[in-house]
């Protein structure tokens, strides 16, 4: 299992950028998949992002896609979530989430281990 710590959240206004960072420690990790996901007020944790550790494939929820980048630094063991044009429906707790498979799986369940999140408001 790994650890892991997420950083970088924060308040910005409509149209502004955060990035996000997770940063990864335990086990090697060459066949785990890393995921973004994000939980608003009253509402169910969502998929957000995800990216392979050791191909660097990548994919998105839809109404993400074209504004987010999710990347990774494997000197660092440091997973990025870059995020443009922001809206006031981003605004959430942003979890960065492991799993020990390379599958494009977006259900929270799939995943093994769980940052702690972090808060990210963008306001109207």
């Known amino acids: 299992q790994v650890q892991l710590v997420e950083s970088g959240g924060g308040l910005v206004q409509a149209g502004g950028s955060l990035r996000l960072s997770c940063a990864i420690s335990?086990?090697?990790?060459?066949?785990?998949?890393m995921g973004w996901f994000r939980q608003a007020p009253g509402k169910e944790r969502e998929f957000v992002a995800l990216i392979t550790w050791s191909g660097g494939s990548t994919t998105y929820a839809d109404s993400v896609k074209g504004r987010f980048t999710i990347s990774r630094d494997n000197a660092k063991n440091t997973v990025y979530l870059q995020m443009n044009s922001l809206k006031p429906e981003d605004t959430g707790v942003y979890y960065c989430?492991?799993?020990?498979?390379?599958?494009?799986?977006?259900?929270?369940?799939?995943?093994?281990?769980w940052g702690q999140g972090t808060q990210v408001t963008v306001s109207s």
């Open positions: 335990g086990r090697t990790f060459s066949s785990y998949a």
């Open positions: 989430a492991a799993k020990n498979n390379l599958a494009f799986i977006r259900t929270p369940g799939a995943y093994d281990s």
